[in-house]
């Protein structure tokens, strides 16, 4: 019999309930593909509606496809933002690993466009939404690189939510020339230099995506279409297409700008941001991630905005991934779902108390000039007093107990810039705190003795 945590209970009516890990109570199917199916969900707690994507763990691996699902789960939580459809928490038995996410209640913007062009106001709401989540991705290393709209959803209210992670890669899978090798994507939204082969950056290779999206929103169809799909890739190369008569000189003069073949000379996210057009009635949503100490507490008290976490007054939240890391096949690492897998040294292990590691964490504040505040019982934001390329560098730290006498910290940066907060990792934050780490994620494994 398959290992899964489902119950069947009998509603008043006499039909059965399908209660999964005495959580959540499943519903209808909203969607599947080859390797999962996506169920609406509401949680029986709060009663709120989720989307749980339910993942075939047996498929998965034998296609190979697991490091695609885990970096899918690490880039979800990394990017919480109001404009990326929010991961709630992760699950998993022997067979199935289950994804609950945020339920986005308005379908694909996909099917908004099947019915024709949008008017240039409502294109230019979509596309300020997209560019702002984007950036926001990109600032945490992330790019999507599957950017379609059939993966942006629409929201009861009408916003914009980024979906499907699974193509979207972190720092880690840069080659030695700093440049993405994998081809991905769907090839009508694809930039010219993913489909050369030839490496590219995937930051720059979103935003000719974004400008396709663009287009696609304002005139209802793809600015590189052909029959034959060779020709349609020589159209993509030489970045050879025609804009219809009703876009304005401003839209016009702004996709000729992201749909450049040349990578190097295609505009930026803050070239962007900067055009007329774009910020006509734009105003930029606060990332989750950048919330202050006080918000941040009521905002973690709603039901599942903290992964797996088990808090108690007296002692650290406790960190039961392992449960979830033991129900996965022998010998594959999920240590990515927890840390985004940057070789910036962000996740380490400590034999010492919790109390230990909060003094030696103000110490180092201290020592940078760092502003020190406490958030919550063993949980701390440190913020720099100078203005770094994006603003001051603010880094949170949390203590997590994983066993007895093993704590776990993670340092996450909540404002700034990332290369600023890879180097406060790499030459502040490791010498300060030799004395009190066990092991570093990515250098030595944590053993259960």
């Not at 941001?273 to 930029?284: A, D, H, I, L």
């Not at 400590?350 to 919550?376: D, G, P, Q, R, V």
């Amino acid at each position: 019999m398959e290992d899964q945590p489902k119950k069947l209970h009998t509603s008043n009516g006499g039909a059965p309930r399908k209660i999964i890990f005495g959580k959540y109570e499943m519903g209808r199917l909203l969607g599947k593909g080859t390797f999962a199916k996506v169920y609406h969900a509401r949680n029986l707690k709060t009663s709120e509606s989720v989307a749980i994507k339910v993942i075939n763990k047996g498929m998965v691996k034998k296609e190979g496809l697991m490091e695609q699902i885990t970096r899918e789960i690490s880039v979800m939580r990394l990017v919480r933002h109001p404009n990326v459809v929010e991961i709630k928490e992760v699950m998993a038995t022997k067979q199935k690993v289950f994804f609950v996410m945020e339920y986005v209640k308005g379908g694909e913007l996909f099917a908004k466009v099947a019915r024709g062009k949008l008017k240039e106001d409502a294109a230019r709401k979509y596309f300020q939404q997209l560019i702002s989540a984007v950036d926001f991705c990109h600032s945490r290393g992330v790019s999507h690189r599957d950017l379609k709209p059939e993966n942006l959803l629409l929201d009861e209210d009408g916003n914009l939510k980024i979906s499907d992670f699974g193509l979207s890669a972190l720092p880690e899978q840069l080659r030695n020339d700093g440049l993405l090798h994998t081809q991905c994507g769907t090839p009508a939204y694809v930039a010219p230099e993913v489909l050369r082969k030839k490496g590219y950056d995937g930051a720059k290779a979103d935003i000719w995506s974004c400008g396709v999206i663009l287009y696609v929103l304002l005139a209802g169809f793809l600015p590189f279409q052909d029959e034959n799909v060779m020709k349609m890739y020589t159209k993509i190369f030489k970045a050879e297409f025609e804009c219809p008569p009703w876009f304005s000189y401003e839209s016009k003069r702004l996709i000729s700008k992201l749909l450049v073949a040349d990578p190097a000379k295609r505009i930026t996210i803050p070239g962007i941001m900067k055009v007329p057009w774009f910020c006509k009635g734009f105003t930029r949503p606060i990332a989750f991630s950048i919330q202050e100490p006080a918000q941040e507490s009521s905002l973690e008290q709603k039901e599942g905005k903290e992964l797996d976490l088990v808090r108690s007054k007296s002692s650290p939240p406790f960190y039961n991934a392992f449960e979830f890391i033991s129900s996965m096949s022998s010998g594959f690492d999920l240590s990515s779902l927890f840390e985004n897998r940057r070789k910036s040294g962000s996740l380490f292990t400590s034999k010492c108390s919790a109390s230990t590691i909060m003094n030696k964490l103000e110490s180092l504040a201290k020592k940078l000039n760092f502003k020190f505040m406490l958030m919550k019982d063993y949980k701390v934001r440190m913020q720099g007093v100078s203005e770094g390329r994006k603003g001051k560098l603010a880094v949170t730290a949390e203590v997590f107990e994983v066993a007895p006498e093993v704590a776990l910290v993670e340092f996450s940066k909540s404002a700034g810039d990332t290369f600023e907060y890879k180097k406060f990792c790499e030459e502040d934050a490791r010498p300060a705190l030799k004395d009190i780490v066990w092991s570093w994620q990515g250098e030595n494994c944590v053993s259960n003795d």
